[in-house]
């Protein structure tokens, strides 16, 4: 079973930041969390991962509460072709990715 | 980041055939995964492909159903075996690089009748 809870969904403003949170109160030392994307039926996108500190790329910010507990994907400027799936999950390095249901963010114009 | 590519990209069959999936990769990779996407449904993951040995199936996957060869680092394939219509998904490969992050291919999209 996955590891983690998330809504099932949100709309957020087209141009606006979304901030997608995620609850992950079991999670290990060991366990980093993962964050991807599935744009209507494509593969899974690689978003972000981190696993104590917050990390930024070109993508996403990743904030992660200092027990760890839960975070917060934040796309800063959401666009249309942000609508999308959203998948938080947690692992090992090099461990299996399970998925759960994810959030579904619909942008709106 | 790896670049991967699944063949076919969708196919219609009739039940009681099978289908071989293929998974290429760009560049040399341990691990390579397979996923199952039932319609709807979130992704799940059926087994590991292990090179130069037998898959690793997770529960309610087996091998008859799902046979599973990996020859080298960067080819796999999936064979969904004696298909019903409860085979109609989208199969996934992924497969994990040494940046500790699976990436995932495009998906196959079955429909069987």
């Known amino acids: 079973d996955a590891k983690t809870t998330q809504p099932p969904s949100m709309d957020c403003a087209e141009g606006r930041a979304a901030n997608l949170p995620c609850n992950h109160s079991t999670i290990s030392g060991n366990e980093y969390v993962y964050w991807y994307r599935q744009i209507h039926s494509q593969g899974p996108q690689y978003i972000i991962h981190?696993?104590?500190n917050n990390e930024t790329n070109e993508m996403a910010s990743l904030i992660i509460t200092e027990d760890r507990k839960s975070s917060t994907l934040i796309l800063p400027h959401a666009t249309l072709r942000d609508t999308a799936v959203y998948y938080c999950?947690?692992?090992?390095?090099?461990?299996?990715?399970?998925f759960g249901p994810g959030t579904s963010l619909s942008v709106i114009p | 980041s790896a670049v991967i590519s699944q063949k076919p990209s969708r196919d219609i069959c009739q039940r009681g055939t099978s289908l071989t999936i293929q998974c290429q990769v760009d560049?040399?990779?341990?691990?390579m995964f397979w996923y199952r996407q039932q319609p709807g449904q979130s992704l799940t993951l059926i087994a590991t492909a292990n090179q130069g040995s037998e898959a690793t199936y997770e529960s309610g996957f087996v091998i008859d159903k799902f046979p599973i060869s990996r020859p080298n680092l960067t080819f796999s394939t999936l064979t969904v075996s004696n298909m019903s219509p409860e085979d109609s998904s989208i199969y996934l490969c992924s497969v994990e690089t040494n940046q500790e992050t699976q990436y995932f291919g495009p998906g196959t999209r079955l429909l069987v009748l």
């Open positions: 560049s040399q990779v341990t691990m």
């Open positions: 999950i947690v692992r090992v390095a090099f461990g299996k990715v399970i």
């Open positions: 981190g696993l104590k």
